[in-house]
Every structure is written in structure tokens, then in C-alpha cells.
């Protein structure tokens, strides 16, 4: 009698069903997410807050990159639908083959600090063009953005988690020519965290001067020391905001690094916590989302401080989206001589140094430096 366990096993086709369906189930969550996103859709500075009602159109008093205007917006939005599809795709395949896979949870986890962006969106200055497809500007929390909140920023995980990826095959290529008593092998998450420091600050320097160059969005205020081109509308704060995202790169980068156990620092951490034992992937994923939620405060934190500090002296001129207001919440555009009409956003009191909010005097400085620039 052939004893062998037979090749056809039932005990497991249930789980495989299951797992097979939750896997489909990203199909249907992701339609959802785009009917969403179609339905709320807008495009143009829409709502009164912002508008400047003196524009028709969207006139631009600067060339972006190589002439092309707000063409390189239509790049920019479809390589990104492009570029999530591609990585949707790739997770849901992972998620098939390992449920629970460190790397896409990490993918969801850095996606979902997009809540935040509003928030990280006013503490730099950052001012997206309007004429990026957006929320409505007046829902609650989108509200905080210095102009719009676009879609574009669904691809985070691309930006934040990307750099792990290069920093590992570095590491490893480092620890495979290394004796087992080198620090790359004592300290595996020190020299990670390093290597991502690098890599993170020279991507997002690359990444962010040519998307401030090609129009998607500007700093409309810097800390001219430690900035590229400061006072034009190019301007970028190179050693603030590329060191700064770092701090979210970092912690999402160690968090995937695997032990000679197997496990994922995230994953250790869940069990020492004991974050739901019987659901371990959940209590992985709940441990990176805390983390880089709270990492992304620290980055919001540091430039509140700036901002607060009033040292973020150098305005981005020409502004380069006359169809939107001025976004000058300090009144230092109105003092370097920017034409109006303005506005002061909101968290422009207490969180921006100013108890009494905006100044209601502002005088032209004779040596203004908007002075004689058009818009």
C-alpha cells in the first residue's frame, strides 16, 4: 500500500481560498480609491480663499524647465499613476506569494503618512501649483496646505522607502568583502542608517530641485543660508530639507533590516510589545506606522521651529503662480516689494511666531528684492 501523503491535499484549500480573495480584494479597493479621487477631483485655484480674482487663467511670469510650462505637470501626475500602478501590482504579487511581507507593509505604511502632508506641506512653505489635480481646498485639514493638497503625493512610498533599497545592496556587497568582525557586520543598523543618510539626502536633492525647477511646487520661504538660489523662485533649502526627510528614511529603512534570524526589526519590536500575538503582520505593520508617523512629526517639527524662528527670510520671486494669491503669512513677500493680493493661510498666529498674526504694516524695503520683477 503506497503510504506516501498524497500531492492533491485538502486541509489547505480553504486558507489558499481565503488568502486568494484577500488578494483580489485589492482590485476593488482601488477602484474605490480612484472613484473617490475622480469624484472630489479639482484643478485650478478654485475656492475664494485662494483664488486671486484680478487672473484669468494661468499666466506664468517664470519658464520652467526647458520652456515647457505646466506640460511637465501632466508628466509628473501620469508617472506617477504610472509608478503606483507598477508598484501596486508588485505588492499584491509579493502579498500572494508571502502574506505579511515586511516590504509591503512598509509600502502601505509610508503611504498613509500622506495624511499628514497638509501639515508637512505648511511647515516648509511648500506651495504646489494649482493647477495639479487637488482636493477641495476648504475640506478640514487640506485647508492647512500654504495653496493646494494634490494627488500627487500618493506616491510617497516611492520617495521615502525607495532609498532602503539601494542602501541595502550597498551594505551587503560592503559585508560580503568584509571580515565578521568589521563594523558593517557589528553595527548592520548604524551603517544602513548611514548609508541611507547619503543616499537619501543626495536622491531627494536631485529628486526636489528638478520639481521645484519643472514648476510642481516652491519653497516660498527658505532660510537663505544652507539654501540653493535663494530669493528667486527656484529656491531651494538644500541642507534643511534634504537632511530633514531623512528622518523618515532612516527609521523606514532599519525597521526592514533582516537579522541572521530572518525577522525584520519591526517585526521584533511587534512581539517584544506584544502587539496582537495572533495577528502578527497587523502588529508589524501598526509598529512601522508609528514609527514613521512620529519620524514625520520630527521632520514637521523642525521646520515649524524655522518657521517660528522668523529666519526663513528669503522669498521664492517672482511668485510663480499669479492665478493663486500670495501665500505671505509673515508679510515678508508684501516687504520685499511682491505685488499682492495676499493671504496668510492658516496656523499663521502662535505657530508661526506671531501672536498677533500677519503684520498689518508692512513697508517696501528700498532694496527689496521682488522690487521690478512682473508677474
Given at each position: 500500500m503506497n503510504t506516501q501523503p498524497s500531492r492533491l491535499s485538502f486541509g489547505h484549500t480553504a486558507p489558499l481560498q481565503k488568502q486568494s480573495l484577500m488578494s483580489w480584494l485589492w482590485i476593488p479597493a482601488g477602484l474605490l480609491l480612484l472613484g473617490l479621487i475622480a469624484h472630489h477631483a479639482r484643478m485650478g485655484a478654485v475656492s475664494p480663499r485662494i483664488a486671486n480674482p484680478e487672473v484669468i487663467g494661468a499666466p506664468r511670469p517664470v519658464e520652467f524647465l526647458f520652456g515647457w510650462g505646466d506640460r511637465w505637470l501632466l508628466l509628473h501626475e501620469w508617472g506617477t499613476v504610472f509608478g503606483m500602478i507598477v508598484l501596486l501590482i508588485a505588492c499584491v504579487r509579493v502579498w500572494r506569494r508571502q502574506p505579511g511581507h515586511p516590504y509591503v507593509l512598509m509600502t502601505i505604511a509610508s503611504t498613509a503618512i500622506v495624511w499628514q502632508d497638509p501639515i508637512m506641506n505648511w511647515a516648509p512653505y511648500a506651495v504646489y501649483n494649482p493647477q495639479l489635480w487637488h482636493w477641495p481646498e476648504d475640506w478640514p485639514?487640506?485647508?492647512?496646505?500654504?495653496?493646494?493638497?494634490?494627488?500627487?503625493?500618493?506616491?510617497?512610498?516611492?520617495?521615502?522607502?525607495?532609498?532602503?533599497?539601494?542602501?541595502?545592496?550597498?551594505l551587503r556587497r560592503l559585508q560580503a568583502r568584509a571580515s565578521m568582525d568589521a563594523f558593517v557586520w557589528r553595527r548592520p543598523l548604524i551603517s544602513l542608517a548611514a548609508l541611507v543618510l547619503v543616499i537619501g539626502f543626495v536622491f531627494d536633492a536631485i529628486l526636489e530641485i528638478s520639481l521645484v525647477r519643472t514648476g510642481l511646487y516652491i519653497y516660498s520661504q527658505v532660510i537663505p543660508w544652507g539654501s540653493l538660489f535663494p530669493g528667486t523662485t527656484f529656491q531651494f533649502p538644500l541642507i534643511w530639507e534634504s537632511a530633514l526627510v531623512c528622518l523618515v528614511m532612516v527609521p523606514a529603512a532599519v525597521l526592514c533590516y533582516r537579522d541572521d534570524t530572518g525577522r525584520t526589526q519591526a517585526e521584533k519590536l511587534a512581539q517584544r510589545f506584544r502587539w496582537?500575538?495572533?495577528?502578527?503582520?497587523?502588529?508589524?505593520?501598526?509598529?512601522?506606522?508609528?514609527?514613521?508617523?512620529?519620524?514625520?512629526?520630527?521632520?514637521?517639527?523642525?521646520?515649524?521651529?524655522?518657521?517660528?524662528?522668523?529666519?526663513?527670510?528669503?522669498?521664492?520671486?517672482?511668485?510663480?503662480?499669479?492665478?493663486?494669491?500670495?501665500?505671505?503669512?509673515?508679510?515678508?513677500?508684501?516687504?520685499?516689494?511682491?505685488?499682492?493680493?495676499?493671504?496668510?493661510?492658516f496656523w499663521s498666529t502662535w505657530a508661526t511666531g506671531q501672536p498677533d498674526g500677519r503684520p498689518k504694516l508692512n513697508p517696501v524695503k528700498a532694496d527689496g528684492m521682488c522690487k521690478g520683477q512682473l508677474r
Open positions: 485639514l487640506i485647508e492647512l496646505s500654504p495653496t493646494v493638497e494634490p494627488f500627487i503625493v500618493i506616491g510617497y512610498a516611492l520617495f521615502y522607502f525607495g532609498p532602503f533599497f539601494p542602501a541595502m545592496a550597498v496582537l500575538p495572533n495577528h502578527p503582520a497587523l502588529g508589524t505593520f501598526l509598529v512601522m506606522f508609528a514609527v514613521v508617523n512620529v519620524a514625520y512629526f520630527m521632520y514637521g517639527g523642525a521646520f515649524a521651529a524655522i518657521r517660528m524662528s522668523g529666519l526663513a527670510t528669503a522669498v521664492a520671486c517672482p511668485y510663480p503662480y499669479p492665478d493663486a494669491r500670495v501665500y505671505d503669512p509673515q508679510g515678508y513677500f508684501e516687504r520685499e516689494g511682491e505685488p499682492g493680493p495676499y493671504f496668510e493661510g
